[in-house]
């Protein structure tokens, strides 16, 4: 990345946006699928809750400096009752079963050692680029689907591992982790963390043979923020390459990390064959229309 290059607000939302949407896409690809595979970038390109959520959370938000959970559950359910949302896990679903019966958006969703899943971590993306964000906002954006103290610590990890990237704190170096941790619960998904910042020298790969990248958020959101420390030396697409090799829940680990690494060095350089391929996703005028009209 060229450190003089000043890279604004509004191209790190979008870089955010469209490289969670091409991690969702090439992880989607392997969910589950058998580890040391050849990756292939090509074929069909396809998102999943991952990016359908974190768009929903866009239309809620995106237009007033003011977030309200009521409003996000209302987008949440919308996009649930037109057919548009795929791959959702268990918490997500329950929750929007209970809203579309008119329940409330503080009482619906899991509680509980289940409700520990990755479905918040990997929509909370957008929050981050909301200048005026009290924690207790955060909280409640998550337990609209996960009431758990580890989901809402992976995804407050996410959320300030992009605000270091916003505010330019953190430049792409292997310190990302250190950057975050005292922002943190102490929960499982802060010890993850510290034992991952003390294996900084290891790849991706060596480091997916120790932990797994399950939908667990205790596994997934520490290795995709492992992931992204990675980005000045081995690049995107190679960071991709090894998530996906690792296996588990790769379409969340490259979407999380694709968010991550997109608020870092937006939407200006994106590779042509990815491009192409991101727009047929049908999604890129939606994502213009609301980095387009986003208030701070
Ligand atoms: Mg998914």
Known sequence: MEKSHVINFKSRLKGCLIYGAIGDSIGGKYEGTATNLVIDFSGDWS??????LTLAT??????????RPEKVAARFLDWYNRGKLTGLGASTLKALR??????????VGRSGDYAAGNGAAMRIAPLAFKRKMERHTIKDICTITHKNDEAYTGALAI???????????WMGGDNLIEKILDELPDTNVKDRLIELDQLKELTIAEIGLRYKATGYVVDSVPISIFAAQKINQIGIKEIFTELVKIGGD??????MTGQIIGSLIGDENVP????????????????D??????KE
């Open 272 to 287: 042509s064959d990815w491009m192409n391929k991101f727009i047929g996703l049908g999604i890129k005028d939606s994502i």
């Open 250 to 255: 790769t379409d969340t680990t490259c979407s």
């Open 159 to 169: 959320y300030y591992a992009i605000v270091r990237a916003i505010d330019g704190d």
């Open 58 to 67: 866009c239309e809620a938000i995106f237009d007033s400096e003011k977030i």
């Open 98 to 107: 209970e809203l579309q019966i008119g329940g409330h958006w503080a009482l």
């Open 289 to 294: 229309y609301l980095v387009g009209n986003w």
């Open 47 to 52: 998102i999943s809750d991952d990016t359908q």
